[in-house]
């Protein structure tokens, strides 16, 4: 079974630093997918950032960056100077390789961005 | 324009009323989904529809039935909830469901109240 797990229930940072956010899964699948998704307070659900389990390099869009580390079953999110508007809750999620696989997600983190 | 956009935001009913959510998708995606989000869960796949068929019912009570009339629309009916069904319910579509590497994107959601 699949199963994604995120740690920090919540985070303070302070603006304009780097920001880490942990998730570890696991999959007895060598194929999957894995997504960051970011929740403001508003409930939309934005779709940050994919890594695919084969992609030999680590995914990047702007300021979002995944270290994905396949051996430890590790695809911790990093925001890198980060903003106020950064603050919500962000959401680590996977979907396994076979058409009826559902992406599942992790409980998420809150992460607040302090002045 | 929003991608996905999802109406009513906010809905409060009673036990004994029918209501329906409604969710419009602009991204020529050819996947629907219905999420339901509770507080200190993880996100709850409901319903997946693909090419207006519904492919995924995740155990979900009759009291919740949905609608796709096509790719672009997505309804969910309610009628006879319970207060534990009080949550944010989300949509979500995509190119197409069951493919790994394709994120979903979200609307909104409905913040539901049941009395």
């Known amino acids: 079974a699949q199963k994604i797990t995120q740690t920090q229930p919540g985070m303070f940072v302070q603006e304009k630093e780097a920001v880490t956010l942990d998730c570890t899964y696991d999959?007895?699948?060598?194929?999957?997918?894995l997504f960051w998704y970011k929740q403001p307070s508003s409930g939309e659900m934005i779709f940050l950032i994919y890594?695919?389990?084969?992609?030999?390099q680590n995914a990047t869009e702007g300021r979002y960056s995944l270290n994905f580390q396949k051996a430890r079953k590790s695809a911790n999110l990093v925001i890198s100077a980060s903003q106020l508007g950064d603050s919500a809750m962000y959401f680590c999620?996977?979907?396994?390789?076979?058409?009826?696989?559902?992406?599942?997600f992790g409980k998420g983190t809150r992460l607040h961005i302090l002045p | 324009e929003t991608g996905v956009t999802q109406t009513p935001r906010h809905l409060v009913m009673g036990m004994t009323n029918k209501k329906s959510l409604k969710c419009e998708q602009h991204?020529?995606?050819?996947?629907m989904y219905w999420y339901k989000q509770s507080a200190k869960k993880p996100l709850e796949l409901m319903f997946v529809?693909?090419?207006?068929?519904?492919?995924e019912n995740n155990s979900v009570p009759s009291r919740f039935s949905p609608e796709c009339p096509n790719s672009s629309h997505l309804f969910l009916h309610l009628h006879t909830l319970q207060p534990e069904d009080s949550a944010l319910y989300l949509c979500?579509?995509?190119?197409?469901?069951?493919?790994?590497?394709?994120?979903?994107?979200f609307g909104d959601g409905t913040r539901l109240s049941i009395l």
């Open positions: 890594q695919g389990s084969y992609d030999q």
């Open positions: 999959t007895s699948d060598p194929s999957y997918g």
């Open positions: 979500a579509s995509s190119q197409e469901a069951g493919v790994r590497n394709q994120p979903q994107h």
């Open positions: 529809y693909n090419f207006k068929e519904q492919t």
């Open positions: 991204l020529g995606h050819n996947a």
């Open positions: 999620a996977m979907r396994g390789p076979n058409r009826d696989d559902k992406i599942i």
